[in-house]
């Protein structure tokens, strides 16, 4: 804990968010800043609500990074694991191109699988800072083993419809200053990392099968109890977003996401690099959907679900490294 409080004075004195400076124009540099380094880094581009009002967005003041599109009358509702949120806007695009009835009127969530789940265990309710609303999913989509799982408990009905695959890597600050070159490192007890909560996040079980194979039970229990305990691990509630930002701030110095997460930070040019897990060592997840029971627009949802295998929705995946689904895997 100490070296993290130190780690974040660090930041805060020097003003600098990577080992390649951020260039701000002058006057401009606590926006600018704020702007490159919190979410959302997409910047109004995840909604496709086209009256939009007051835009009132203050990046680490007032932000709802992984709530998207309008409430008001939505034609399609999606729960969506947090881990493809980037790809979500340009998927929404080719939809709505190529069913025009519904432009404007989707509205998603991106947050991590498990938290997903206890959302639509309390009816669809959320609260987030001092707003509460209600939104009942048409579809979900998240790892193949979740959605098979709900739908064995009657939450979702089947069948799960598989679409896409991905690989783990291991997210570092530009340059890799702390020098990690695989898996094995993040044992070393100076190494801060951040790793996703096996509580909600379903990327934590492929995570925890790759350390084994790299380094045994050993290794697992190094990172996800012995550096918990220690401080050096933080386990994240929003991974997707924290580890990212965690990095740039220099309170962490890695940490296992999926290959197409580092793929879109570095993408967006923020002062975000990766390290290849060898294929020996890395796990594959599956991407599924499901719509869900007592779906307020089921056929709407069977349309996307019929859409994200497309060769259109297959193209916009790929420009992050996943690959179309070919059968196996979980």
């Known amino acids: 804990m100490i070296r993290r409080l130190a780690a974040l004075l660090a930041v805060v004195v020097s ?3 990577s080992a390649a400076p ?4 002058p006057g401009t540099r606590p926006a600018c800043l704020s702007a490159a380094m919190f979410p959302p880094w997409q910047h109004g581009a995840n909604s496709d609500v086209t009256r939009r009002g007051l835009e009132f967005t203050v990046p680490d003041a007032d932000t709802l990074a ?3 599109g309008a409430l008001d009358d939505p034609k399609l509702v999606l729960f969506v694991g947090g ?4 790809a979500l806007a340009p998927l929404v695009r080719a939809f709505e191109a190529a069913h025009p009835d519904y432009a404007g009127r989707l509205y998603w969530e991106t947050l991590p699988p498990g938290l997903l789940v206890r959302q639509m265990k309390a009816g669809g309710t959320i609260t987030v800072g001092n707003m509460t609303w209600t ?3 048409d579809a979900y989509l998240a790892g193949l083993a979740a959605v098979s799982g ?3 408990d009657g939450t979702l009905d089947g069948p799960a419809v598989p679409y896409a695959t991905n690989t783990l890597t291991i997210m570092v600050p530009l340059g890799n ?3 990690v070159t695989g898996l094995a490192d993040l044992a070393r007890p100076e190494l801060l990392l951040a790793m996703p909560n096996p509580a909600f996040e379903g990327v934590a079980r492929q995570i925890k099968a790759a350390l084994a194979r790299a380094g045994g039970q050993a290794l697992v229990t190094a990172v996800y109890d012995t550096k918990l305990h220690d401080g050096s691990t933080t386990l994240t509630e929003i991974h ?3 580890t990212p930002l965690f990095l740039m701030q220099g309170l962490a110095e890695a940490g296992v996401t999926w290959q197409s997460e580092a793929a879109f930070q570095e993408q967006a040019g923020h002062p975000i690099s990766h390290v290849d897990i060898p294929a020996a060592q890395n796990a594959t997840g599956t991407y599924a959907g499901a719509a869900v029971h007592g779906a307020a627009h089921p056929q709407a949802a069977a349309l996307w679900l019929d859409f994200i295998r497309s060769a259109a929705a297959q193209e916009i995946l790929g420009r992050y490294g996943f690959k179309p689904y070919q059968g196996g895997g979980e």
């Open 66 to 68: 992984d709530f998207h």
């Open 135 to 137: 939104v009942r999913p």
């Open 150 to 152: 709900l739908v064995a």
């Open 22 to 25: 951020l260039q701000c124009a």
């Open 15 to 17: 003003s600098a968010v």
């Open 177 to 179: 200053p702390a020098h």
């Open 240 to 242: 997707h977003r924290q």
């Open 83 to 86: 881990n493809i949120f980037f």
